[in-house]
């Protein structure tokens, strides 16, 4: 029983072969130009994919690490590094002053010193030149 079930099986199985064959040969035959734009489009397809991948692939950056030698070049102390880093979150001289707990007017003598250390006149240039040196993330 087991080997008339197998004769048959294998018998099917080889039409079934022989059957998709000549279909596939006719599919060719009456779509090959179509089969070919198709393999064609795929290929350039990958093309694209593996070339734009090449060109646009960047390594995620570095964790960030605070430039020691531009602090102490600059001779910034460890308070007014502090004004700094909040300055650059964009807070307020008055909300700085309550998140280090001194006084509105320490915080303005910080800035003072800040922008005559590091050349500049104004927050946001501060924030550009400490980002540039790498003080800042």
């Known amino acids: 029983m087991k080997r008339a079930v197998l004769i048959y099986g294998l ?13 596939y040969r006719y599919a060719v035959r009456v779509f090959s ?22 060109l646009t692939y960047r390594p995620p ?3 960030f690490e605070k430039n020691r030698r531009a602090l ?3 001779g910034i102390s460890e308070r007014e590094y502090q004004v700094l ?4 979150e964009g807070h307020s001289n008055r909300e ?15 800035l ?12 946001t240039t501060a924030v ?3 980002r540039s040196l790498r003080l800042i993330p």
Do not use: C
């Open 112 to 123: 003072a010193h800040l922008y005559e250390k590091m050349e500049v006149s104004r927050r």
């Open 11 to 23: 018998a099917i199985a080889g039409a079934a072969f022989f059957l998709q064959w000549i279909e």
């Open 96 to 110: 700085i002053a309550k998140r280090l707990f001194i006084s509105p007017n320490t915080i303005k003598t910080h």
């Open 61 to 63: 950056p570095a964790p």
């Open 128 to 130: 550009q030149k400490a």
């Open 72 to 74: 102490d070049y600059l």
């Open 85 to 88: 880093v909040l300055l650059a």
């Open 33 to 54: 130009t179509e089969i070919y734009v198709v393999v064609v489009a795929a290929l350039f397809t990958a093309l694209g994919i593996w070339v734009g991948h090449r």
